[in-house]
């Protein structure tokens, strides 16, 4: 709340989602952690092949938040509102987890 009161500028509350890259050597093993990944709620999930046939899945949640707290180094919400924003962060990370 301190450095949120000494801000000058724009403050965003940001929860990136979980990202994990595996180089694969075969497609079958790609597809197979692709649909472990769907199966286990990771729905952004993909397969991607680069030009020279390096097979990367990237498993990757959606459990994302983004959230202005203040503009122009005003707060534009309560303390309240920050704690409910951190608890909700700390459960998607749960999620991720």
């Keep these: 709340m301190t450095a949120l009161e000494k801000a000058t500028g724009d403050v965003v509350f940001k929860f990136e989602?979980?990202?994990?890259?595996?180089?694969?050597?075969?497609?079958?093993d790609a597809q197979l952690l692709h649909s472990v990944a769907i199966d286990s709620g990771f729905r952004n999930s993909g397969i991607t092949v680069g030009r020279g046939g390096?097979?990367?899945?990237?498993v990757?949640?959606?459990?994302?938040?983004?959230?202005?707290?203040?503009?122009?180094?005003?707060?534009?919400?309560?303390?309240?509102?920050?704690?409910?924003?951190?608890?909700?962060?700390?459960q998607k990370m749960e999620e991720n987890v």
């Design 60 to 90: 990757r949640s959606t459990h994302c938040l983004e959230v202005p707290l203040s503009h122009k180094g005003r707060l534009m919400v309560s303390e309240e509102y920050i704690e409910f924003l951190v608890h909700v962060a700390n």
């Design 54 to 58: 390096k097979i990367t899945v990237a």
């Design 17 to 28: 989602p979980f990202v994990l890259h595996v180089l694969c050597q075969e497609l079958q």
